[in-house]
């Protein structure tokens, strides 16, 4: 099993090399398996080719760093991905390309095509790992983990770090700015310090990033905004309104689905859930700061994977025991608790609406 979990979650950084230049080929209307091809190699040129085959340095062998190949490598991975796929790209549109005559079939004439660009390219990539060699780093990987990787994981990956980032994304959320555009930026973070706490976990170490990681699960419980303890709320709603958006939007709110509350209450742009959208995170990060520190996130497994989908406690359960599933439901509690007064207003309010309606 530890050789599948080996072949697959610590070698991201080499499918990120890969997917992203891919995709940004294929966007620019070049050949993205080409793209996609020639940053893996870039990838790998830059990686050093040997390894220490002893604890003490006296020994090194050919092979590849898998450090390098997982959490060490995403953001080299990231940026090579990117440099390649604008490289190649703009250089293919200045029609820098191996002419063959007509009867060279189309297909081999494709493939041949890119030769003089992927000759750059190798070249450049050579020329950046000879100079970064001189550095007190020796190579790429160490030189940017040394200094801006370093300093985004080490910012970025602290679990209340997490929590205002969060918030900010339901702040925006509240204003109508979907999550994903927040989240975008901040997803390699949380995929580096996942993959470093997955390594250790492998490796039988303590994970560096365990707070971090309990944090990042609340974060989905009930959809953004933390809604699933409002859903039970409404249930007892007085107003017809609210207990109808109850009914309707309780299941969905189990499988992390809050759009029936966010575009039914609604909670966008009402400003008498702003305080509890924006505050939610935070109250969920006392309380799993809390189960932390009394250990019951120490028997979490970070390469068990549950869909966003799946209902909190029960994927909780499964990543980490009673434990976990415990703070989970703690944590639905205290949003729901956090909710209720602005509930109660919001709904007197409808009840009040309705009843002069009727009259």
């Given at each position: 099993?530890?050789?599948?979990?080996?072949?697959?979650?610590?070698?991201?950084?080499?499918?990120?090399?890969?997917?992203?230049?891919?995709?940004?080929?294929?966007?620019?209307?070049?050949?993205?398996?080409?793209?996609?091809?020639?940053?893996?190699?870039?990838?790998?040129?830059?990686?050093?080719?040997?390894?220490?085959?002893?604890?003490?340095?006296?020994?090194?062998?050919?092979?590849?760093?898998?450090?390098?190949?997982?959490?060490?490598?995403?953001?080299?991975?990231?940026?090579?991905?990117?440099?390649?796929?604008?490289?190649?790209?703009?250089?293919?549109?200045?029609?820098?390309?191996?002419?063959?005559?007509?009867?060279?079939?189309?297909?081999?004439?494709?493939?041949?095509?890119?030769?003089?660009?992927?000759?750059?390219?190798?070249?450049?990539?050579?020329?950046?790992?000879?100079?970064?060699?001189?550095?007190?780093?020796?190579?790429?990987?160490?030189?940017?983990?040394?200094?801006?990787?370093?300093?985004?994981?080490?910012?970025?990956?602290s679990p209340w770090a997490g929590v205002a980032v969060f918030t900010l994304i339901a702040?925006?959320?509240?204003?109508?700015?979907?999550?994903?555009?927040?989240?975008?930026?901040?997803?390699?973070?949380?995929?580096?310090?996942?993959?470093?706490?997955?390594?250790?976990?492998?490796?039988?170490?303590?994970?560096?990033?365990?707070?971090?990681?309990?944090?990042?699960?609340?974060?989905?419980?009930?959809?953004?905004?933390?809604?699933?303890?409002?859903?039970?709320?409404?249930?007892?709603?007085?107003?017809?309104?609210?207990?109808?958006?109850?009914?309707?939007?309780?299941?969905?709110?189990?499988?992390?689905?809050?759009?029936?509350?966010?575009?039914?209450?609604?909670?966008?742009?009402?400003?008498?859930?702003?305080?509890?959208?924006?505050?939610?995170?935070?109250?969920?990060?006392?309380?799993?700061?809390?189960?932390?520190?009394?250990?019951?996130?120490?028997?979490?497994?970070?390469?068990?994977?549950?869909?966003?989908?799946?209902?909190?406690?029960?994927?909780?359960?499964?990543?980490?025991?009673?434990?976990?599933?415990?703070?989970?439901?703690?944590?639905?509690?205290?949003?729901?608790?956090?909710?209720?007064?602005?509930?109660?207003?919001?709904?007197?309010?409808?009840?009040?609406?309705?009843?002069?309606?009727?009259?």
């Amino acid at each position: 099993m530890n050789d599948l979990l080996a072949a697959t979650s610590t070698l991201t950084a080499l499918y990120i090399s890969f997917a992203i230049a891919y995709h940004f080929g294929k966007n620019e209307g070049a050949n993205g398996l080409m793209t996609g091809i020639l940053s893996v190699a870039s990838f790998l040129v830059l990686m050093p080719q040997v390894i220490q085959a002893d604890p003490y340095g006296e020994y090194v062998v050919a092979g590849l760093a898998r450090n390098f190949l997982g959490s060490d490598g995403v953001f080299v991975a990231m940026l090579n991905a990117l440099f390649i796929g604008r490289v190649y790209t703009w250089l293919m549109s200045k029609n820098l390309k191996l002419k063959l005559p007509e009867g060279v079939p189309p297909m081999v004439a494709e493939s041949l095509s890119p030769t003089f660009v992927s000759m750059i390219l190798f070249a450049v990539v050579l020329a950046i790992r000879v100079l970064v060699s001189l550095t007190p780093q020796g190579n790429v990987f160490a030189l940017l983990n040394a200094t801006v990787g370093g300093l985004v994981v080490n910012f970025g990956g602290s679990p209340w770090a997490g929590v205002a980032v969060f918030t900010l994304i339901a702040f925006g959320w509240f204003f109508g700015i979907h999550p994903t555009a927040m989240m975008s930026v901040y997803i390699p973070v949380m995929m580096t310090v996942g993959l470093a706490n997955t390594e250790a976990f492998l490796a039988g170490e303590a994970m560096p990033h365990l707070h971090f990681s309990a944090m990042m699960g609340i974060i989905a419980v009930g959809g953004t905004g933390g809604t699933l303890g409002l859903s039970f709320l409404m249930l007892r709603a007085k107003s017809a309104h609210f207990k109808a958006i109850g009914k309707v939007a309780v299941i969905p709110g189990l499988f992390n689905i809050n759009e029936p509350f966010l575009f039914g209450v609604p909670l966008m742009l009402n400003p008498i859930f702003l305080v509890p959208m924006v505050a939610n995170v935070a109250v969920a990060g006392v309380v799993v700061t809390i189960f932390y520190q009394i250990g019951a996130y120490n028997s979490m497994n970070p390469t068990v994977s549950m869909p966003w989908i799946m209902p909190a406690p029960i994927g909780a359960f499964f990543v980490g025991g009673w434990g976990m599933a415990l703070a989970i439901l703690t944590v639905i509690v205290a949003q729901a608790a956090l909710y209720l007064p602005f509930f109660i207003i919001a709904d007197r309010r409808a009840l009040a609406e309705e009843k002069k309606a009727a009259e």
